[in-house]
């Protein structure tokens, strides 16, 4: 069940077109190709290349694209203007685009600048001089390429498109930045999340179904949430959705986690309470991107329903309605801390961890990138002056009543078998309380996926499902 | 030699004072502690208590603190202050120190409101009334304790020494956050790393020495740079040595890689290239806090030589020299993208990170925080605006020659066994170029610890040392 340790059980087809990158470029060593290093793509021409694909030339296809079907541009004319530094290159659609010399110089393609097996930039920021200017200048038209010889005699080649795709017209350059970021967020009350609740089988999201695994990390993307649903009831199936989904990320309690709620020995009369909405591990500096839990063994009863609830919308209620604490929650930090011992059988560890950070976390256009609120462990500590104290908590409590609100909350008890998917720095979760009986056992495994890997996943499955015939 | 796979292999001893916490308030799941989990500390005296120990009291103390050794700080009256909103407490050495009401019921320590087992905070936020008065304020000087009566009949009490070390005032608040923080970061040049430089044995690092911990951790918090030496001369150290600081981080590379420069059938006369400062894995979102390189096998001939410089310390010189292009470097990003797929026989994944993020980045204080450069894998895609093209270049290009630079530059040849371990978001690494012959093979195996795990490990062995008899 669980998968071996270290290796990725990543189902994903290898398709022929895949290049094998060796860890190189970042990691200090240069090391030559293997004779099994084929790379199949060197050749294809630059249709179709995704705007995403910010690396080398050679990962789509190489400079020799002549001869391939016509791309949509092509350059009818390369102007060398010296008072402002650039190539000016007119576009057969009649536009003008500038290329400055030094970044040409830069973007180099010859395989003295651009590592052919390495497939990087193998030009050394202390051999380009930033003052350099081109000898001459030339466009290529059989070759769809506009070719720069330098002062010492080097020839760089571009093929038109490729120069197209890094265009610096100000509209360019900003839809390249809004493609970085992937499908754009919806916010969600419950109504919404009612309707859109992606529901998916265990068997066809890790047993490598493209369309299921698309379907999927698409929606943690949008909307934060997906249910996997007729998962094994027993330990490991959070392992292999992990390392479906990217790659299952450590923490002081283990590479996963198991929690359970059951009569104990010495405490009978136990009662799970009621949790309220929260993210996970707030005093990690880096909270963990996405959560995984798994239902082992529901609790048989009333109560012990999963709550969860989009926090990015609360946070943008909160702004419109109470500006000044929103304002306020964004800037003024509060504390977390863990501190203890992890005995579980699988790691010995004793853990101290403590991080300040503010509720509400903004990107520079003021769009909300992340919350993090956990009642439980935030500190006895509030480092914040006097006069914040009351409004922190008139914040806290303007969160927590929004997220309850039935308006925002989902509401529904986890069968076993089911395991919710959420963005933990997006998606409060929480559980109604009940009471433990001698009858009921409640038994969930738990863990945790960064957002770096998960993206990594959605853009190979997306390319993966573009390329099939 | 390497580490059982999901064992955390830290020889930390375990002292009786250690608390045993179950994974529980922030993993949604409340569970009873089992018989062995008993709570050893919980009637210590509050001296001696860290300042850094912002979790709930009872990790620490108990309430029940009468008759112990007499604190340092006495609470000499307390005042009802309804106009302030506070209980002002006017303390033996005659400071005023005022306290929130909504702050003392949201910090009540009673064992409704902080959970006894699970140590953390119970009282939810939907329990707690904003604009709560106390009923009755009362000093209670015997025991040392703040008594507050709540309109319900609930009684708080808090413990003088406790309340001093959440005190509002500025002072109080300013050195708490400090102390967050850690060890001061000390920026160098090639002279103060050549006299400060720590060297470690590998023997007694990974085998429970704790002076030897410490300082590791110390140097690698302050400095950013740390030898272990006299490691095996095999693949696993890398691990134990991760496990040891704290928790090795995988990649989409596994959790540990391995590089080699050596001849290769298909490519007799390769050149292993000078590699320029750079930062590991700039493409991902969340960079590597740590890295570990372990030298195995070392280049027989000249050259192949490790550089390293401190960043912060060159982000400094340009910030004096030319803040036109500090401030740039701090603002305009570049893109890092690493595309292709992870053929080790250890995983097997595609991968296809991309990531946009500046040169510097620093906190509110303009503190420098994080630098990454990474001249291989910084996309060609430039999304800046066009009159910023030849600055950036400008900046690219200062920082590598100040990094470069003799007065900046750290450089000396690893030795078989030897490993550097580094702050990945801070210390440049690179190697000077050398001739791959026959007769040489460099081989180095490299891991990832994140500034979470590092921190964490930190104070824990701070901890032990301070309460070694």
């Known amino acids: 069940m669980a998968a071996a340790a270290g290796r990725c059980v990543c189902r994903l087809p290898l398709v022929t077109r895949a290049v094998r990158r060796p860890p190189v470029t970042s990691r200090g060593v240069i090391r030559p190709l293997g004779a099994a290093a084929a790379v199949t793509d060197r050749h294809r021409p630059p249709v179709g290349l995704s705007p995403l694909s910010g690396g080398g030339p050679g990962r789509r296809y190489s400079v020799q694209a002549a001869g391939q079907p016509a791309p949509l541009h092509q350059v009818v004319k390369a102007v060398n203007n010296r008072t402002s530094g650039c190539v000016d290159l007119v576009w057969n659609f009649g536009s003008v685009t500038p290329f400055p010399y030094v970044w040409l110089r830069d973007s180099c393609l010859c395989p003295d600048c651009f590592h052919p097996t390495t497939l990087s930039r193998s030009l050394r920021i202390d051999q380009l001089q930033v003052d350099i200017e081109p000898q001459s200048v030339q466009n290529d038209g059989a070759a769809q390429q506009l070719v720069v010889t330098w002062p010492d005699g080097h020839v760089s080649r571009y093929p038109h498109q490729w120069l197209r795709e890094r265009s610096f017209a100000k509209r360019d350059v900003n839809a390249r930045r809004k493609q970085l970021d992937g499908p754009k967020t919806v916010l969600w009350d419950r109504a919404t999340m009612d309707r859109h609740l992606l529901r998916v089988d265990y068997d066809r999201l890790v047993g490598g179904d493209l369309a299921t695994l698309h379907d999927a990390l698409h ?172 409004p922190m908590y008139e914040g806290l409590r303007m969160f927590n009543d929004l997220c309850r609100h039935p308006d925002n909350q989902l509401t529904f008890k986890m069968d076993n078998g089911d395991v919710a998917v959420f963005n933990n720095r997006r998606v409060t979760h929480g559980r109604l309380g009940f009471t433990v009986t001698e009858d009921s056992q409640r038994t969930l495994e738990g863990g945790y996926v960064d957002w770096d890997d998960i993206m990594c996943r959605y853009r190979i499955v997306t390319d993966l499902l573009r390329e099939r015939p």
Chains 1, 2 share one sequence.
């Open 219 to 390: 929606h943690l993307i949008v909307y934060g949430l997906v249910l996997v649903r007729k998962a094994p009831t027993d330990f490991g199936a959070v392992e292999e959705i992990g390392e479906t989904l990217g790659h299952v990320r450590p923490t002081h309690y283990g590479k996963t986690f198991r929690v359970a709620s059951k009569v104990d020995a010495n405490n009978l009369a136990y009662t799970a309470n009621e949790l309220a909405p929260h993210m996970d591990l707030t005093y990690y500096e880096y909270m963990p991107g996405v959560q995984m839990l798994h239902c082992i063994s529901q609790h048989i009863g009333d109560g012990g329903e999963s709550i969860f609830s989009d926090s990015f919308h609360v946070a943008e209620v909160i702004r419109a309605r109470r500006p000044d604490l929103f304002h306020l929650l964004a800037t003024v930090p509060f504390e977390f801390a863990d501190i203890g011992e992890e005995a579980e059988s699988r790691s010995r560890c004793r853990f101290h961890k403590i991080h300040e950070r503010t509720m509400f976390c903004m990107d520079e256009d003021g769009n909300i990138t992340q919350v993090a609120t956990n009642n439980p462990v935030r500190s006895y500590r509030l480092n914040v002056p006097l006069e914040l104290v009351k």
